[in-house]
Every structure is written in structure tokens, then in C-alpha cells.
């Protein structure tokens, strides 16, 4: 289970009311209003040693039903009914994106319980302007693409304390990096899979500016992103210069473009993030700054 939600703390009140409060949909069950969502009741400890006072299953649908009917939802610890839970108000909306009529969904649902502390998914939704998850729940897929610079300011990848220094026992700058942005950013990607890109590196004595990490033109989750990156180690390469990012990004908009126009032709949008990791600044900017404009009218 992933933590999408924690209420304020209430104390000394055996029948408290929480506030109202709100979650996006796309997040709190990926728009799966029939998706099994858990609550979680403590009793809230100074120590932060909370003790669980009974937990129970229930969906969106099943939040929205409860408050029409005003039926209680029973929790439960270790088999044996602890308390209840009556939700007062569950509603759910959605809205028509600038584009297309892509439902976005939300929900509200404040909970009084006999318990003072409850970890409960809940949802909303702003009515304005259209935001990422709106298109997201919608039916918006996303793409990630990685760019990693192999230049030679990033020091030999063979001595400890350089930037690309693998350590069989410590991640590198670079994989932390891939591995605390991408590990969000695939939790909206909706086949898991990555191109990966490196620039900056020499082969056969000429200089790269885009080159493909890795077998395969797209790799699968995280723990892929991160073996596409480890391989380029193995493949010859060797680091040079200067810092140049116009082929990446002429790149990442081609592949943007191509993947738009594919879901379009089945009715859907589809919207690339280009992620370059890079140790210094861009050789060229006035060219960098070329391809940006060049590129803006990318779904990127």
C-alpha cells in the first residue's frame, strides 16, 4: 500500500470530526474509482509510537455510496469490529480539459470516527485551470525520456569520487539522480518504458551528441533507466566534449511528436518529458536556446 494521505492529528476526542480535505483522483487510485483503497484509524502517541486502533478496505464508489446512504463502515483489527466510520460528504466531479472532453474525477470525504487519528485517502478537485494530473486522469499518457552527459568534466568514471564512479556498494551523483526523479515521473508513464540517451562521449574518435544507452531503444522501469546507463561503461566509449544539448532535445521532440500523433489516431494525447542530467553548462547556449524554440511547439 502507498500512503497517499494523512489527517491532522485530533486529541482528547473519542468521537472526532476531521476536516475537509482533498486529493486528486489520478493519485489516489489512478481515476479506478472501483479501486481498494485502505483505511487506517491510530491513536496518536507523543512518542510517535501511534497504535493502531483498526483499519478497513473501501473504494471511491464505495466512500460515495456511503455517504449517500449514510451507512456506517466498519473497522476491524484482527477480525474483531473496533469502531466506525460515517463520511459525511463524498463527491465526486469532473471537468473538460481545453482540448478534449477528458474526465478528470475527485473526491471529499471528511470522517468521524471513535479515534483520534486516521490515515485516509481522500480527494478534490479546483475547478480553473486544467492542471498535469487533470490531463493525467483524463487519459493523457506520458512519456520519459532520459538524457546523460558522458562529457569530460565529469571526471574518469574508473576514480572513486567522480561524478560517474561506479561503486558496487554506493549509487553515483547520476544514479541518485535517476533514481529520485524517475521513479516519480514513471508513476504517471503508462507502459514503463524509457529511451535513454547519453551525449558528450566519443566513439570511433568522433564526438556524440546523441547516442542510444543501452540494447534497445526504450528500457523498462527504474532498475532499466539505471543498467542502460551502467552499460555505456562497458561499450567503449570515451568521455570528451564540449556540452552540447541541441541534439537531445531535436531528438526528444522528434520521438514527442511521433508518439502524439500515434495517440491521437486512437482518439487520446499524449504528452514527453525530456529529463537531461548534466554536470555543467551548455557549450552553446544561443543554440541550446534555438532548438528550445524550435521544439516548443512539441508535446514536450
Known amino acids: 500500500w502507498d500512503n497517499v494521505y494523512r ?12 476536516k475537509e480535505t482533498a486529493l486528486d483522483l489520478a493519485i489516489l487510485c489512478g481515476g479506478n474509482m472501483d479501486l481498494p483503497l485502505r483505511m487506517t484509524v491510530y491513536d496518536h502517541e507523543s512518542s510517535g509510537k501511534h497504535k493502531l ?59 468521524p470516527v471513535p479515534t483520534p487519528n486516521i490515515h485516509a485517502p481522500k480527494s478534490s ?17 506520458l512519456n520519459t525520456a532520459v538524457a546523460i552527459d558522458f ?10 569520487g567522480t561524478l560517474h564512479y561506479l561503486n558496487p556498494s554506493q549509487s553515483n551523483d547520476y544514479e541518485k539522480a535517476i533514481s529520485a526523479i524517475v521513479s516519480i515521473l514513471s508513476k504517471y508513464d503508462s507502459d514503463q518504458m524509457f ?21 534497445a531503444a526504450e528500457h523498462h522501469g527504474v532498475s532499466g533507466v539505471l ?5 555505456v561503461f562497458k561499450s567503449g566509449l570515451i568521455m570528451s566534449g564540449p556540452t552540447v544539448f541541441t541534439e537531445v532535445i531535436d531528438t526528444a521532440a522528434a520521438h ?3 508518439a502524439q500523433d500515434k495517440a491521437m489516431a486512437r482518439g487520446g494525447q499524449c504528452y514527453t518529458i525530456l529529463l537531461i542530467l548534466t554536470d555543467g553548462a551548455v557549450s552553446d547556449a544561443q543554440a541550446t536556446a534555438r532548438s528550445l524554440a524550435q521544439a516548443s511547439d512539441a508535446p514536450l
Open 151 to 160: 562529457t569530460g568534466s565529469n571526471g574518469d568514471p574508473r576514480k572513486p
Open 7 to 18: 489527517s491532522e492529528d485530533i486529541h482528547n476526542n473519542l468521537n472526532p470530526e476531521w
Open 53 to 111: 486502533m483498526g483499519e478497513l478496505d473501501v473504494t471511491v464508489n464505495g466512500l460515495v455510496a456511503a455517504s449517500q446512504r449514510n451507512e456506517a463502515l466498519k473497522l476491524k483489527k484482527k477480525g474483531k469490529d473496533t469502531g466506525t466510520i460515517y463520511v459525511t460528504k463524498a463527491e465526486v466531479a469532473s471537468v473538460e480539459t481545453a482540448t478534449e472532453k477528458m474526465q478528470s474525477a475527485s473526491i471529499s470525504a471528511p470522517a
Open 125 to 141: 478537485f479546483s475547478p480553473g485551470r486544467d492542471s498535469f494530473v487533470d490531463y493525467i486522469a483524463g487519459g493523457c499518457t
Open 195 to 215: 529511451p535513454v540517451y547519453g551525449f558528450g562521449a566519443k566513439y570511433d574518435g568522433v564526438v556524440r551528441h546523441c547516442f542510444q544507452c543501452g540494447g
Open 256 to 258: 514527442a511528436r511521433a
Open 227 to 231: 543498467q542502460a546507463y551502467k552499460s
